[in-house]
T-cell receptor, first 115, second 115 residues
Framework: AQTVTQSQPEMSVQEAETVTLSCTYD???????LFWYKQPPSRQMILVIR??????QNATENRFSVNFQKAAKSFSLKISDSQLGDAAMYFC????????????FGKGTHLIIQP | DAGVIQSPRHEVTEMGQEVTLRCKPI?????LFWYRQTMMRGLELLIY????????DSGMPEDRFSAKMPNASFSTLKIQPSEPRDSAVYFC?????????????FGPGTRLTVT
């Protein structure tokens, strides 16, 4: 079974600084997707960024980028120029290629932005 | 599109009562997922459907839980009888299987409290 591990229950960063959230996963599959979801206090699950395992290039979405290390099974999220609106729970998630089944989530990291 | 619709948004019930949660997926999507979020267990997949057919219900905690998808635009998750440990946020998500890039779209969730 696939597992996703987020080792940082909570992270704190100063506004405008950069922060990196860690995620490792375990799978025997070669084709899969990795995601970072943001969950603000409203509890809505918002997709931040996704990475297809077959792509070597790291995904980027504006201030959000990932460091995908397939051999190490590591998938970290970097948030640049942190803003107060970035404060939320962040969940790393795994899915077999093509959406063959549900998402497997990590336990989440609570990100605090210090003004 | 209105996105994934869940009802009710909040439900408070007494132990032993039947609870029915409802979900309307995004039109055209062919996969539907039910997740549960608790502090102790995080986000976990309960069951998912492809083309209205239940594919994997191994995450359903026990026989008190049942889910149906009578047509492509409606699904229910029923708990009978409910217990205090069922208190959680229940999310419904939908996706288009095979879509590239792949994404699951989440509803706003139903917060269930069983007293």
């Amino acid at each position: 079974a696939q597992t996703v591990t987020q080792s940082q229950p909570e992270m704190s960063v100063q506004e405008a600084e950069t922060v990196t959230l860690s995620c490792t996963y375990d799978t025997s599959e070669s084709d899969y997707y990795l995601f970072w979801y943001k969950q603000p206090p409203s509890r809505q699950m918002i997709l931040v960024i996704r990475q297809e395992a077959y792509k070597q290039q790291n995904a980027t979405e504006n201030r959000f980028s990932v460091n995908f290390q397939k051999a190490a099974k590591s998938f970290s999220l970097k948030i640049s120029d942190s803003q107060l609106g970035d404060a939320a729970m962040y969940f790393c998630a795994y899915n077999r290629g093509g959406g063959a089944d549900g998402l497997t989530f990590g336990k989440g990291t609570h990100l605090i932005i210090q003004p | 599109d209105a996105g994934v619709i869940q009802s009710p948004r909040h439900e408070v019930t007494e132990m032993g009562q039947e609870v029915t949660l409802r979900c309307k997926p995004i039109s055209g999507h062919n996969s539907l997922f039910w997740y549960r979020q608790t502090m102790m267990r995080g986000l976990e997949l309960l069951i998912y459907f492809n083309n209205n057919v239940p594919i994997d219900d191994s995450g359903m905690p026990e026989d008190r839980f049942s889910a149906k998808m009578p047509n492509a635009s409606f699904s229910t998750l029923k708990i009978q009888p409910s217990e205090p440990r069922d208190s959680a946020v229940y999310f419904c998500a939908s996706s288009l299987r095979g879509q590239i890039p792949y994404e699951q779209y989440f509803g706003p969730g139903t917060r269930l409290t069983v007293t």
